[in-house]
């Protein structure tokens, strides 16, 4: 199985779970993310990275309700770790940093605490809650700043219930292209 067939057979067989704490699935979740990545015209890089950003709490079967036990399970880094030798840096950074943005933009951003939903405040408290300002300084020297951002908001917005979006299908090419276009290692 190539690699992509193996991400969308994950996506197949565990994205029926809820997203935790969320009126969809996480495959819902994960295709609502990539499908407003593509809407603003972004690089394929980024909607692949809004598309996987989540795969972390799939690979494991699912660790979902763990941050109501106060549990971080890091998912961020489950899954950039595990896509590290499928993709490169511009697909597995923003998905690395999707919860510090989180963290970043309670601190920077007036107003933005009080959008995230009840569930997303919970495990905020759990990943450790606003950063201060010398972890806002250190985030803002990564050059997957912006993109880490921009895919923690259609993270925060992709959590509508019976929205119709594209399939996995839809992603299939940009998947195998760029996965490819990063050097990343075939077979597997
Ligand atoms: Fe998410």
Redesign the pocket.
């Known amino acids: 199985m190539n690699r992509t067939e193996e991400i969308i057979a994950i996506i197949e067989r565990h994205g029926s779970k809820a997203?935790g704490g969320e009126r969809v699935s996480q495959r819902e979740?994960a295709l609502q993310?990539a499908y407003l990545a593509e809407q603003e015209g972004r690089p394929d890089a980024l909607v692949v990275a809004a598309l996987l950003?989540?795969i972390g709490h799939l690979l494991d079967g699912g660790d979902q309700g763990l941050a109501e036990q106060g549990i971080d399970a890091s998912h961020e880094e489950v899954a950039s770790q595990w896509l590290a030798d499928r993709f490169g840096p511009e697909v597995t950074e923003p998905i690395r940093l999707?919860v510090d943005a989180k963290r970043y933009l309670c601190a920077v951003e007036p107003g933005y605490i009080d959008q995230l939903s009840a569930a997303s405040v919970t495990s905020l408290n759990v990943q450790g809650g606003p950063f201060t300002a010398d972890e806002v300084a250190s985030f803002e020297e990564s050059p997957f700043v912006d993109d880490a951002v921009s895919l923690r908001r259609w993270?925060d917005r992709?959590k509508t219930p019976g929205l119709q979006v594209p399939d996995l299908e839809h992603y299939r090419a940009r998947l195998e292209a760029v996965s490819a276009a990063e050097g990343a290692n075939e077979g597997g």
């Open positions: 997203y979740h993310a950003h989540d999707h993270d992709a």
